[in-house]
């Protein structure tokens, strides 16, 4: 069974950080890329960065440039996502999802999604 589970969301004041967990299980894992979204009430889902377990590779939206930072550890079959200065309009419900064989931020192309970890920061 396919599985990809969030964890570390929270509330947090503005200017301070978290670090999500996505641990995924039933694929493998070297495979696919492995991607982080966010949906705030309202709003449409929005990708914020990726990162290909095959190659390392790295995007990151510009709303998030230079303050947040993904990484990968395929021993444990976990992505990570460490926000800082996080700001008030981060606040949303972050999602990771896997894609297959290709690194991307189009929400279509992935084939897997986790149930989403809250993330609230309070100005």
């Known amino acids: 069974e396919v599985q990809l589970v969030e964890s570390g969301g929270g509330l947090v004041q503005a200017g301070g950080s978290l670090r999500l967990s996505c641990a995924a299980s039933g694929f493998t894992f070297d495979d696919y890329a492995i991607g982080w979204f966010r949906q705030a009430p309202g709003k449409e889902r929005e990708g914020v960065s990726y990162?290909?377990?095959?190659?390392?590779?790295?995007y990151y939206a510009d709303s998030v440039k230079g303050r947040f930072t993904i990484s990968c550890d395929n021993a444990k079959n976990t992505v990570y996502l460490q926000m800082s200065s996080l700001k008030p309009e981060d606040t949303a419900t972050y999602y990771c999802?896997?894609?297959?064989?290709?690194?991307?931020?189009?929400?279509?192309?992935?084939?897997?999604w986790g149930q989403g970890t809250q993330v609230t920061v309070s100005s």
């Open positions: 999802a896997a894609a297959l064989g290709i690194a991307t931020m189009a929400p279509y192309e992935y084939d897997y």
């Open positions: 990162v290909s377990s095959s190659d390392g590779s790295t």
